[in-house]
């Protein structure tokens, strides 16, 4: 298994984070939220793009976000993303799962002292 | 006959009236969109298009929103160095493989609640399909009515009489009452067509689920329910004309799902199976109404008065060369429509009952004759299918009053020949009063209909 892969094994799952994450900041489109998203994480985090607007709509249909229309200046209507309280409330929890999730993980991979 | 080419006209009327409805509100995106972003693209978002089972408006929705992304990543891509195609290939390959997108996208729009809305909303919309189909319908079937008089009287007269010699005749019920719960029937299974495809439509709609597998679901439960429901708990006059246009009510809102569901997508039920089936549900009241007809040839002779006699007298002949004691009858209470008939008869002259013993009512059932003899009321004669009354009821003679109370029960035969008969000193048993006819119905579902006795 190469590290691409490994890392999208990783990434598996956390889209719905990531994208919870930067709309905690501002209403966004798809594209920008994908290059928000590689942005923060320096390039390290790039959704597929692919999975990225399939969890989008999932989102939305939760409830945790709610899409609104808006005219575009260099093409067809734009779809904006808009976090809900229920998103707020489903992103605290993300965050609150994930901070116990990777230091379980940082203990779990931490090297035994062999002094 | 004239039921089921007034179902048919209004089956019609109705898939056209349909099909006008969903033309409208289509291509609510201009295809001009991304028009520099070439045929690469266009394909690609097509064959999403291809594989989603959703609404035309979220599918028109993501489309447009896949197309934006589209724009700004090949300018994102362009600007890095690359020529345009190079450019549209990797972003068509950013979004991955069409197919596998369509089907994410697929999922991502159901949800639980979701679902529970569009369950919610078909039952809303099919309540309201069916209170707009009734209305419709009943217009329709009025403005139907009368076209069909006005055509029947005037244009088509001579192809009627001329016709009339060879078709087999469906006059096995001449209570109006029957014809009545028919026509409601078919209004009702107008309106279950109606109710079908706007519960699917919002189903659909409001589910994101397949609009095939939205039908079919609709197709099993609606169509089952309605069934259950037509069959075993409404309760009516039924007739073998009303029974089965009451049986096309569920059968109508099965197919007005399964054709909503299929003319949009192609995969629901073949066209084959869906025209047997059409065809069959039509033609099955033809059939079984002729079927029915089992007397219907046997009054097609011309009046013979030697004939007329003796059909009369194997039921039993008048007493005293077609002319009746003195005995009158007295209203006292004849439901006509029911089951039960109350009839109370006054002796005038005792005296003209004493030469007979035996005294007793029997009740014949009717069939309509146009050439009947004139001691029979409304042009009706004893069935000559059936060799004995279908009761027999003694009469006693009480205060100068001879006393009848029928009950009929749950039998289909609606008409009803019923005389005074007696036994005279040479043993010959006659008819001592003029027949009465009497009109019953069938006050029940169609199930208790169908396992009644004939």
């Not at chain 2, 007005?256 to 009241?285: D, M, N, Q, R, W």
């Not at chain 2, 146009?370 to 004669?381: K, L, N, R, S």
């Not at chain 2, 001879?402 to 609606?414: A, K, P, Q, W, Y």
Request: charged share 20%; glycine share 10%.
């Amino acid at each position: 298994m190469g590290i691409g892969q490994i890392r999208g094994q990783l990434l598996k799952g956390t889209t719905p984070l990531l994208v919870l994450r930067v709309l905690s900041d501002g209403e966004l489109y798809g594209y920008e939220i994908a290059q928000r998203v590689r942005e923060r994480s320096g390039g390290a985090f790039a959704p597929s793009e692919g999975s990225l607007y399939p969890a989008l709509h999932n989102l939305e249909a939760a409830g945790a976000l709610v899409a609104t229309w808006r005219k575009s200046d260099r093409g067809p209507r734009r779809r904006y993303y808009r976090l809900t309280e229920v998103g707020k409330g489903m992103l605290a929890e993300h965050e609150s799962a994930w901070a116990s999730f990777s230091a379980a993980m940082k203990q779990a991979m931490a090297r035994p002292d062999r002094a | 006959m004239l039921d089921l080419l007034l179902l048919l006209t209004l089956l019609a009327i109705a898939i056209w009236v349909d099909s006008r409805i969903q033309r409208h509100g289509r291509g609510a995106i201009p295809r001009s969109a991304g028009a520099d972003l070439g045929p690469e693209a266009h394909e690609y978002l097509s064959r999403v298009d291809a594989g989603l089972e959703l609404p035309a408006r979220d599918r028109e929705e993501i489309r447009s929103e896949l197309l934006d992304h589209l724009i700004d990543s090949v300018a994102a891509i362009e600007a890095e160095g690359l020529d345009q195609e190079r450019a549209t290939r990797e972003a068509l390959a950013r979004l991955g493989n069409p197919g596998e997108l369509a089907r994410a996208m697929n999922r991502a729009h159901r949800s639980t609640r979701r679902l529970l809305a569009g369950a919610g909303g078909g039952v809303f919309e099919a309540g309201v399909g069916a209170v707009v189909g009734i209305v419709f319908g009943w217009i329709l079937a009025l403005l139907c009515v009368v076209v069909a008089a006005i055509l029947l009287t005037t244009i088509l007269r001579p192809v009627t009489d001329l016709a009339a010699g060879f078709l087999p005749a469906f006059d096995t019920d001449p209570n109006a009452t029957g014809a009545n719960t028919a026509l409601f029937a078919g209004v009702c299974a107008f309106a279950a067509w109606m109710a079908a495809r706007r519960a699917v439509r919002t189903s659909h709609r409001l589910s994101r689920w397949s609009i095939g597998t939205v039908g079919r679901w609709w197709a099993l439960v609606g169509g089952g329910g309605l069934a259950l429901l037509v069959v075993f708990v409404v309760r009516g006059q039924q007739t073998w004309l009303a029974v089965p246009v009451e049986l096309l009510i569920p059968v109508a809102f099965a197919f007005g799902a399964l054709f909503k569901a299929h003319k949009t997508f192609s995969y629901a039920v073949p066209h084959s199976v869906l025209a047997i089936g059409a065809i069959g549900a039509l033609v099955l009241p033809v059939v079984l109404l002729m079927g029915t007809s089992t007397s219907a040839g046997s009054y097609t002779y011309s009046y013979d008065s030697t004939e007329q006699e003796r059909a009369w007298d194997s039921v039993a002949p008048a007493w005293g060369q077609r002319t009746y004691p003195g005995i009158v009858t007295t209203d006292t209470g004849v439901m006509l429509g029911s089951p039960v008939f109350d009839m109370t008869y006054t002796v005038e002259d005792p005296a003209t009952l004493a030469g007979f013993h035996d005294l007793r009512f029997e009740t014949w059932r009717a069939v309509h004759y146009a050439g009947a003899p004139a001691i029979a009321q409304e042009a009706m004669v004893p069935d000559p299918a059936y060799a004995a009354p279908y009761v027999t009821q003694p009469a006693l003679v009480q205060d100068g009053r001879i006393r009848l109370h029928l009950d009929l029960g749950r039998v289909r035969t609606t008409s009803w020949l019923v005389f005074l008969t007696g036994v005279a000193a040479d043993g010959q048993r006659y008819r001592l009063i003029r027949p009465e006819h009497y009109v019953s119905t069938f006050d029940g579902t169609v199930w208790e209909w169908l396992t009644a006795g004939s």
